[in-house]
């Protein structure tokens, strides 16, 4: 097999993430709130690395493609650049008629000096032109009381006239389409008997609305067959509102998008194109107001600040609203995915269009991350929702055991994985003569020296049973051991509830893996103690944390638990960072801060009971607080245990590598 290596430019393609990572990436999001839809939520926002530490992409940065995209083309263009355009086409208008009117006059002269025709009829033709060039010169500056005047006006010159319908059929075209998209042919003659039908379509039109806005079912087969014609491709009442509401949209969102003289500009040509006509303005004002209550044209529409200095015509500036619509559309989507799901209603295609295949192919690749979860057996349905499995808790806690362990130092604890396992504990250093039943971990440098010893030098050497020397193996013990976990709301607030849950399912992987026949029990305590097994434990969340310390509550728990393991280690690691501040009194929890003296005993007097039954108690503590040290200093004293102090981030690194130490004894 060959491997070639080259420069990472980005174009290589390094693989999914597979399952596995895809769930290391969550796991600490599990522990900290226990919440698997947030959890999955926050990996799609935020995409996945993998163990090489190359990330997979998440909905953030397609909004921030998408936000780059956006802002591109608001530096690129200039919006007001469109009534420029406008203004100068109408200036080409009027400079090929005037030329176009000088030439059709010198033409008419020509022809009299040719005899062909008569001084009446020059001084006519003198007169026609005068009064042609009159009326262009009496033509309003603006671009609006130009198109209004010249809409009236006969032009003399063929290409002018040609010019400035050209003109017009583009106006027509951007600015009424969203109200008369189907009519482009007749809006081009504006006949008497065209404006009619206009208003006869708007009047059936605002009908079937208002129809479907009182909860009526509108007519929309009979509206088709009668005007299907100009709306082709819509199928439903629903699809022409959506299409008449986007487009609509786009001309308010052009307007918004104008500095105040150029919106009026933009209305007054509108005005102008419908001839003032009352009845077609008031019929398409209602049709407005009708489609603003049924589509959300308010969050259709956006204001949106050009500052470019690219040049661009009224359709192209239309064409740029229609994208700056879709993007806002696109960006609505992707904020509103919550769940893997949600990703369906994100239209692929509208994502490669708007920002490339590269961002399509990681659209696919989120939509694949719940799949793959199911498919390795970490996630599973349960109706419409998904849960962790058995598999993925262990999992998680294998991470938390893993995040630990490459916290300590080499020389702290040895605990290598190994494909193979093999009788007894771990060797030693020191050896022993063979016995029956000692595992065969044979020193063959000392049993040869044995047998020289026994014989003398030379060869052969003989080997005697007696011969034989072995290495010392630990004896492991079987212990029981209960993690009282303190989830009152300062454990979460001063972000120690993530790593104590961590240290929880450390534990329970190491004891799983390592020490299978040892019991493990975790106790949550707040205002009252509860036990957790190791498979809930991820799903504990900040809402299941309360008031108090009832560090009372959790001992008598945990003696409880520890009473079913008769001899054998029997522990209580707790981690705390506070005081007792309640206690139980006939079963009911009695808070008070600061702490009483009647909880601190109670608390005490449940210690020696823990003690007469042989339980250690071993506390980390997460805050050195004069009370909290002062307490736990007494309890020690009576229990014997230990007392640490430790930070969050060590918590992990004192209570796992405390527990192995203290299970192993040397075999001797």
């Known amino acids: 097999m060959l491997f070639r290596y080259s420069r990472w430019d980005g174009t290589q393609d390094l693989g ?81 008629e005037q030329e176009g009117i000088r030439k059709w006059l010198e033409d008419r002269r020509d022809e009299v000096r040719r005899g062909e025709g008569s001084e009446v009829t020059q001084k006519a033709f003198e007169t026609l032109a005068t009064d042609k060039q009159e009326a262009l010169s009496q033509l309003p500056p603006d671009p609006a009381g130009r198109i209004r005047d010249l809409m009236k006006y006969d032009f003399l010159d063929p290409d002018a006239r040609r010019q400035f319908q050209e003109l017009l059929d583009s106006l027509r075209q951007n600015m009424l389409q969203p109200f008369l998209q189907g009519m482009q042919q007749s809006l081009q003659s504006m006949t008497p008997q065209d404006l009619e039908q206009m208003r006869e379509m708007l009047r059936d039109l605002n009908r079937m609305l208002a129809d479907k806005a009182r909860g009526k079912e509108p007519d929309f087969e009979a509206f088709k067959k009668k005007w299907g014609q100009h709306f082709p491709g819509v199928e439903s009442l629903d699809q022409l509102v959506d299409q008449m509401a986007r487009q609509i949209a786009q001309m308010r969102s052009l307007l918004q998008s104008m500095s105040p003289q150029q919106r009026s500009q933009l209305e007054d040509m509108m005005r102008s194109l419908m001839l003032r006509d009352e009845q077609l303005e008031a019929a398409l004002s209602q049709l407005a107001m009708r489609l603003d209550r049924l589509a959300p044209l308010r969050e259709m529409q956006n204001r949106y600040p050009f500052k470019g200095q690219e040049d661009v015509t009224l359709d192209q500036a239309m064409q740029l609203m229609d994208e700056m619509q879709q993007m806002d559309q696109l960006e609505r989507e992707l904020r509103g995915v919550q769940q893997p799901g949600d990703l369906d ?82 060797r030693t250093d020191e050896t022993k003569r063979y016995e029956f039943g000692d595992p065969f971990l044979l020193d063959l440098k000392e049993t040869v020296m044995n047998a020289v010893g026994r014989d003398g030098g030379g060869t052969p050497i003989r080997l005697a049973p007696d011969d034989f020397a072995v290495f010392r193996t630990e004896l492991r013990t079987q212990a029981a051991t209960v993690v009282m976990l303190d989830m009152s709301r300062s454990m979460v607030n001063n972000g120690y509830f993530l790593p104590a849950k961590k240290v929880a399912l450390a534990l329970a992987a190491l004891i799983r893996g390592q020490f299978p026949r040892d019991a493990l029990y975790v106790v949550g ?99 050195r607080s004069p009370w909290l040290t002062a307490f736990v200093e007494e309890m020690a004293r009576i229990n014997r245990g230990r007392a640490f102090f430790s930070s969050a981030d060590k918590l992990g690194e004192y209570v796992l590598v405390d527990y192995v130490r203290a299970r192993r004894a040397r075999a001797s």
Request: charged letters at 35%; a neutral charge.
């Open 16 to 96: 999914d993430l597979d399952a596995d990572e895809l769930l290391d990436t969550m796991a600490d999001d599990l522990l900290l709130d226990g919440d698997l839809p947030s959890a999955l939520r926050r990996l799609l926002q935020q995409g996945a690395r993998d163990s090489q530490g190359m990330r997979q992409p998440g909905l953030r940065d397609l909004l921030d493609r998408l936000r780059r995209q956006r802002q591109e083309r608001l530096n690129r263009y200039d919006l007001g650049s469109s009534l420029d355009d406008i203004k100068e086409k109408l200036d080409q208008v009027l400079r090929t």
């Open 525 to 623: 305590f707040s205002l009252y103690a509860r036990e957790f097994t190791a498979a809930k434990l991820p799903r504990v969340s900040w809402t299941d944390c309360d008031i108090g310390t009832n560090m009372h509550a959790g001992f008598l728990l945990s003696r409880q638990l520890l009473a079913r393991h008769q001899g054998g280690n029997r522990q209580i690691i707790m981690v705390t960072d506070g005081e007792p501040t309640a206690h139980l009194e006939g079963g009911v929890a009695d808070f008070a801060y600061p702490p009483t003296r009647r909880t601190v005993q109670e608390t005490l007097r449940e210690v020696q009971r823990c003690t007469r039954a042989g339980i250690t108690i071993n506390t980390f503590m997460l805050e």
């Open 345 to 426: 209603r994100v239209d692929r295609e509208q994502v490669e269009k708007l920002l490339g295949p590269e961002s399509a192919r990681d659209l696919e690749r989120m939509r694949e991350l719940a799949k793959k979860l199911e498919d390795a057996g970490y996630l599973e349905r349960n109706g419409e929702e998904l849960e962790l499995t058995a598999r993925a808790i262990r999992k998680i806690g294998d991470k938390a055991l893993r995040d630990i362990f490459a916290q300590l130092k080499r020389d702290r604890f040895g605990g290598h994985v190994v494909e193979r396992r093999g009788a007894g504990g771990d």
